[in-house]
């Protein structure tokens, strides 16, 4: 088939680009409204062609390089969901969930990707955007697949929740599989971070690793509203705690030889994840940049798709589309 080409849209950090180059395709044209998303798309990626501007202001047809592309992805901001429901509701994640659709008109790719909460499959809540996807693809000729993977079974430390909508072109469609796991024992905290514990000389790294011994729960973003980072909510850091980490806040810096690690005497002593660690728990490679201060760099971490599930979807696509 030779190369596959997609474009990809509130791109973020590059989690789901990432995988999808891991996968065999190549990008056409990325976009994020975020600058420092940008920055770290450029820094990473520098043949990238990255575009600084809204989904919402996109017009393809400034940008035909984006038109007849194989694949249109879009990992989106997470729209609301049990996780998020303390969240003031601005209807914007829907917005963009919809502008993606729309594109598809423009775009006229083979496949469509979308990626988002678990909900987005199977509740009722967002049983009209179901219904809006189907009135707007329908007749494009596209048949659809939902389907809910998690992360932790592809390899990533996390148990993680995906919902995704793939559509194709029904003279694909029916080719067309959801991803089956490749990981059958899960990847540990304490393995996947062992050795950047130990990277400053901390001699409790490897009793730690062993009390970390399971995935991580769900890393999460926040919002641009809220104060600083942290690892997620209230039973998310509960279950840190049990490996040891103080989740209320986000390190600069791995433990020295002289950190001394007793979660009975409190927080001060557990370990704190770096921005570094994080993007390691998302399945980053540990080669890959974030721009920013801390705070925005978990951010962008915390929001990604890990490039792991990006892979893994990518190339069910691609076995879908080459076919015929």
């Not at 990626?115 to 509740?123: A, D, I, M």
């Not at 991803?179 to 050795?195: F, H, I, N, W, Y």
């Not at 009793?207 to 011994?213: E, F, I, K, S």
């Amino acid at each position: 088939m030779g190369d596959l080409t997609f474009v990809d849209v509130c791109s973020g950090a590059g989690g789901l680009a990432l995988g999808l180059e891991q996968a065999g395709f190549e990008p056409r044209l990325l976009l994020d409204d975020d600058e420092l998303a940008v920055t770290t798309l450029r820094t990473n990626r520098p043949q990238w062609n990255v575009l600084h501007t809204d989904l919402l202001d996109f017009d393809p047809a400034e940008h035909p390089v984006s038109h007849d592309v194989d694949l249109l992805a879009a990992g989106l901001p997470r729209v609301r969901s049990s996780a998020t429901a303390r969240r003031v509701d601005t209807g914007l994640e829907e917005r963009l969930l919809e502008a993606a659709v729309y594109l598809v008109h423009a775009i006229r790719p083979r496949a469509v990707l979308i990626e988002n909460v678990p909900e987005l499959v199977h509740s009722d809540v967002h049983r009209r955007f179901r219904d809006f996807v189907r009135a707007e693809l329908d007749h494009l000729g596209y048949a659809f697949s939902w389907f809910v993977m998690n992360a932790v079974d592809f390899g990533v430390p996390q148990s993680r929740k995906h919902g995704v909508l793939v559509a194709l072109r029904r003279q694909w469609a029916g080719a067309f599989r959801p991803p089956v796991p490749t990981t059958r024992e899960p990847m540990t905290v304490g393995a996947a971070l062992g050795p950047s514990m130990a990277a400053h000389g901390w001699a409790d790294a490897a009793r730690w690793a062993a009390q970390a011994d399971q995935p991580a729960p769900t890393l999460v973003g926040g919002s641009k509203n809220r104060g600083g980072a942290d690892l997620g909510p209230t039973r998310a850091k509960k279950k840190w705690a049990t490996m040891g980490v103080n989740a209320h806040t986000v390190g600069d810096r791995v433990p020295g030889p002289d950190f001394v690690w007793d979660p009975e005497l409190g927080r001060d002593n557990m370990v704190k994840l770096t921005v570094e660690q994080a993007a390691l728990l998302q399945g980053f490679p540990a080669t890959w940049q974030i721009a920013g201060l801390k705070t925005a760099r978990y951010r962008q971490v915390g929001h990604a798709t890990p490039p792991p599930v990006g892979k893994a979807l990518g190339r069910a696509v691609a076995q879908a589309l080459s076919v015929g």
